[in-house]
Nanobody
Framework: QLRLVESGGGLVQPGGSLRLSCAASGFNLNYYSISWFRQAPGKEREGVSC????????NYSHSVKGRFTISRDNAQNTVYLQMNSLKPEDTAVYYCAAKNGGCYYGMNYWGKGTLVTVSS
């Protein structure tokens, strides 16, 4: 079965950090660009960050640039999203998605999401 599984979410205080993981099962993630999205209650889904298949090109939304870092370990078939200086407005369900080339649109595979709550 081809799937993506996110992990690493949880409750963190403002200013804290979390690292999300996106692991692939049933297919080789190495050939895919990976995008992270988030969706807060009552809001539209937002593209947060993307990394290409080789890991040498990344991009970030304005809202997270300078605080989040995307990376990948192709040997582990996993992509990471390191989130620092978290704010309450970062609270959302975070999803990873894979596409054979390109970011944010026309994704081939989706994970089910992991909840991040930033609150004191």
């Amino acid at each position: 079965q081809l799937r993506l599984v996110e992990s690493g979410g949880g409750l963190v205080q403002p200013g804290g950090s979390l690292r999300l993981s996106c692991a692939a099962s049933g297919f080789n993630l190495n050939y895919y660009s990976i995008s992270w999205f988030r969706q807060a209650p009552g809001k539209e889904r937002e593209g947060v960050s993307c990394i290409n298949s080789s890991g040498d090109s990344t991009n970030y939304s304005h809202s997270v640039k300078g605080r989040f870092t995307i990376s990948r370990d192709n040997a582990q078939n996993t992509v990471y999203l390191q989130m620092n200086s978290l704010k309450p407005e970062d609270t959302a369900v975070y999803y990873c998605a894979a596409k054979n080339g390109g970011c944010y649109y026309g994704m081939n595979y989706w994970g089910k999401g992991t909840l991040v709550t930033v609150s004191s």
